[in-house]
T-cell receptor, first 113, second 117 residues
Framework: GESVGLHLPTLSVQEGDNSIINCAYS??????FIWYKQESGKGPQFIID?????DKRQGQRVTVLLNKTVKHLSLQIAATQPGDSAVYFC????????????FGGGTRLMVKP | NAGVMQNPRHLVRRRGQEARLRCSPM?????VYWYRQLPEEGLKFMVY????????ESGMPKERFSAEFPKEGPSILRIQQVVRGDSAAYFC???????????????FGPGTRLTVL
């Protein structure tokens, strides 16, 4: 769902460690979820998606977990690298005709070398 | 295959002027979406268009803002009589047409950063 704030929550991890970024979404009717990565001054970059009929999906170094019972989404990044430093947003598609995405407030990931 | 293109990347306007933001979707994409982002916040949906049609404009302010996606050429987001509160990053996204199985996935452009003086 929407969370608006002046300061993004920050996750600081050591290079090589695994990162877990969490997101609470707002609409139990949402049927499609996407994680985006946004670097400073750039547009959101698609990372991985998952549909509501799944609870886990894996990509290259990334895994998304979906818990529909508590409306929770997480992004796991394995062996975090300095290039992973960015703001990460989850987005949900309510499945209506508008096809619009509703973005969460974002988490800033900082990777320490 | 070029990604979503937006121009200009940076736009400075004085209060009362008009701002025109352009978006060219990815090749083969017929759905365009506009979002607005304030610093340290997530993107907020504004409008969803297909060629020559506005499908959903529920996120658009009722006044001064308009959008179009003509049969030929880029999609345009137009802001008339800009005010300081319009300063933000405006992102365009595009997605494939219905029937390709990947309609929902939206790919974003680099954005236009509008500054109103």
């Amino acid at each position: 769902g929407e969370s608006v704030g002046l300061h993004l929550p920050t996750l600081s991890v050591q290079e090589g460690d695994n990162s877990i970024i969490n997101c609470a979404y707002s609409n139990s009717a949402s049927d499609y979820f996407i994680w985006y990565k946004q670097e400073s001054g750039k547009g959101p970059q698609f990372i991985i998606d998952i549909r509501s009929n799944m609870d886990k999906r894996q990509g290259q170094r990334v895994t998304v977990l979906l818990n529909k019972t508590v409306k929770h989404l997480s992004l796991q990044i394995a062996a975090t690298q300095p290039g992973d430093s960015a703001v990460y947003f989850c987005a949900e598609n309510w499945g209506n005709a508008g096809n619009m995405l509703t973005f969460g407030g974002g988490t800033r990931l900082m990777v320490k070398p | 295959n070029a990604g979503v293109m937006q121009n200009p990347r940076h736009l400075v306007r004085r209060r009362g002027q008009e701002a025109r933001l352009r978006c060219s979707p990815m090749k083969g994409h017929s759905h365009v979406y506009w979002y607005r982002q304030l610093p340290e916040e997530g993107l907020k949906f504004m409008v969803y268009l297909q060629k020559e049609n506005i499908i959903d404009e529920s996120g658009m302010p009722k006044e001064r803002f308009s959008a179009e996606f003509p049969k030929e050429g880029p999609s345009i987001l137009r802001i008339q009589q800009v005010v300081r509160g319009d300063s933000a990053a405006y992102f365009c996204a595009s997605s494939p047409p219905v029937g390709t199985g990947t309609t929902d996935t939206q790919y974003f452009g680099p954005g236009t950063r509008l500054t109103v003086l």
